[in-house]
């Protein structure tokens, strides 16, 4: 039997896609969106970690308000492939709800910690109801709280994401209801079974988007449930950026689709960058994650390995490979492993690793939400690097806190920053671990330097 998330599935369908009949044969073989443009940047000049550390985030798929998507999906699920063995669970006996005492629990502990990251908000959860409107077997006192807690807890440390509009099943946009019949083609997991172009799969997010809005969350980005786009990877990047931007007016669209495993980079790509040089520079940032999904499981009812993201002593793990490497370190889990039907073993499970991720690496790592992470790499990648004697110029499209570079200089004294004429003021450090905003540290082969990079021209001479 399939123990692996949709995701997992995914990544393997390929192979079996011709047996299946589903369609996705040539999904992961088909081209990601174009990177688009990218500035000159001087050999002397690199752009590390923001602080010189590595992003921690956490990405939580499969959540929503009050409903436990992994009783209400699986129906769904189960007719559209009725021969599946995992579809074939007793769900019925499983939790209806997610309880806001259990949301309020995991929201406190997580900032207590600093954890932030990624939280999903399917807008019509397994077509159960609208969040903008009313959750059948909820009051909409429930509701009202429920989003007011997601708003006042969750908004400050994690990006909110539609997951698509249900989740389940596609929506026909115009009249509001599921696409029959009820089969893998109208489900959204594996959305679009054909070509569909960048317009349509717009109008598709945005209907999602507004849903939220109407709810008064704000986002950024939004995550695809499953395969959703496979068949149309670039189209997908350019309606990610049109919906966001059209429905928010957001300056930097990113969006969570795929899992980066083995000796794959977990560093963002920058998509369809243009513009660079004018005052509406353009570009989406694909942030993938870097772990499977080794709490819970999306369903709930699976025993967490929370040693496969790191081991109590943080020797081993996942995680602790990607710090060491210097990359992003970005874990995965699906909302109803958190709750894993009451007994919260996924949440204990997040509270041990996170405790040994402290434990070893707190002077090494910063946690980081998705947009934040988008944001850096944004201005990590896409800012022009010049050097004219002993001058260098930052041209940068995008402003990012905690901006990092390290100089190949011979120099002993401190940079000196300036920017629109005025002097970004510095301080000397001597530790890597006390870099922040505002320092400099010496080395003997250069320097490292952090401060908030404005958007514009930075003149640095060192």
């Known amino acids: ?41 001087d050999s002397g000049v690199e752009v590390l970690n923001p602080r010189h550390r590595v992003p921690l985030s956490f990405f939580i798929d499969d959540s929503t308000c009050l409903v436990n ?17 995992d579809y074939k669970k007793p769900w019925k006996t499983w939790p209806r709800e997610i309880p806001d005492a259990f949301v309020r629990r995991f929201g406190q502990w997580c900032a207590e910690h600093g954890v932030k990251g990624k939280y999903s908000v399917v807008p019509f959860p397994a077509c159960a109801g609208r969040l903008d409107r009313e959750l059948p077997g909820w009051s909409k006192r429930q509701l009202h709280d429920s989003l007011k807690l997601v708003r006042e807890l969750m908004v400050p440390n994690w990006d909110i994401h539609p997951e698509m509009i249900t989740h389940t099943r596609v929506i026909d946009l115009g009249t509001g209801k599921p696409l029959e019949p009820l089969s893998p083609a109208t489900m959204e997991n594996w959305y679009p079974a054909t070509k569909k172009s960048v317009d349509e799969l717009t109008a598709y997010l945005g209907y999602a988007l507004g849903i939220l809005k109407n709810c008064d969350l704000p986002c950024q980005g939004i995550t ?25 007016g957001t300056e930097i669209p990113h969006y969570f689709k795929y899992v980066s495993g083995g000796d794959e980079s977990t560093q963002p790509k ?30 709930g009812d699976r025993q967490p390995e929370g040693h496969r993201y790191a081991a109590d002593d943080a020797g081993s793990g996942r995680l602790v490979d990607l710090i060491q490497r210097g990359q992003p370190a970005v874990m995965l889990c699906h909302w109803p492993g958190m709750y894993t039907h009451g007994t919260e073993q996924g949440f204990k499970a997040l509270q041990r690793v996170v405790l040994a991720l402290e434990s070893r690496f707190r002077d090494r790592t910063v946690w980081m939400k998705i947009s934040e992470i988008a944001r850096y790499w944004a201005a990590k990648e896409l800012t022009r690097i010049e050097r004219t004697a002993g001058r260098i110029t930052l041209t940068a499209p995008f402003a990012a806190p905690n901006f990092t570079v390290r100089l190949a200089t011979s120099a002993k004294g401190p940079p000196k920053l300036t920017h629109n004429g005025k002097p970004i003021a510095l301080a000397e450090v001597a530790t890597p671990r006390a870099l922040t905003v505002g320092t400099w540290l010496s080395q003997e082969d250069g320097q490292i330097v952090c401060f908030d990079l404005p958007k514009g021209q930075v003149e640095m001479v060192v």
């Open 224 to 248: 695809t449930p499953g395969g959703f786009g496979n068949l149309v990877k670039s189209e997908l990047s350019l309606a990610v950026h049109q919906a966001v931007t059209e429905v928010y």
């Open 270 to 299: 920058l998509e369809h960058a243009e513009d660079l040089d004018t005052d509406n520079p353009r570009v989406v940032v694909n942030v993938p994650a870097g772990t499977g999904d080794w709490f819970g499981g999306w369903d």
């Open 1 to 41: 039997m399939w123990t692996g998330t949709r995701r997992d599935f995914l990544r393997t369908s390929a192979a079996v896609a011709g047996a299946t009949g589903l369609g996705f044969k040539a999904a992961y073989a088909l081209a990601q969106a174009p990177a688009g443009q990218r500035p000159p940047r």
């Open 69 to 85: 998507m992994g009783r209400f999906c699986m129906p769904h699920f189960s007719a559209a492939w009725p021969n599946r063995e």
